[in-house]
């Protein structure tokens, strides 16, 4: 059976890409419990370093998703931006969802000068 294993060392908190795993036919008897399928390793998010050559296994890695951070949903081109805001600066309140004058999604937008 083909599972993956590391190209080369996979970082810690690594996003897995294509190139960076490889597959590899092993005997059924020799497969690590949890070892993932190519398909199933990339784009995933490496827990710990997992070292070339090794399987990728379940426990070793989780999807990429909300529950890591914003950092792993934000695509490379983009970048995010927090502004701190309270009841006063961000319109007490009086903006809702649904209200007459307003569609049921606020739209919010930012410019700047440098």
């Excluded at 059924?28 to 399987?55: F, H, S």
């Excluded at 209200?99 to 606020?106: A, C, D, R």
């Amino acid at each position: 059976m083909a599972i993956a294993v590391a190209a080369r060392e996979i970082p810690v908190r690594t996003i897995i890409e294509p190139g960076m795993v490889m597959s590899r036919t092993m005997p059924a008897a020799d497969i690590p419990k949890g070892a993932m399928l190519m398909k199933d390793a990339v784009d995933k998010v490496a827990l710990v370093t997992i070292a070339a050559g090794a399987p990728i296994v379940a426990r070793d890695v989780v999807p990429r998703d909300a529950s890591l951070g914003l950092s792993y949903r934000i695509p490379p081109s983009m970048r995010a931006v927090t502004v701190a805001v309270n009841p006063v600066i961000g319109v007490g309140g009086f903006l809702k969802p649904g209200t007459m004058w307003m569609s049921s999604q606020l739209s919010p937008a930012l410019s700047w000068k440098e």
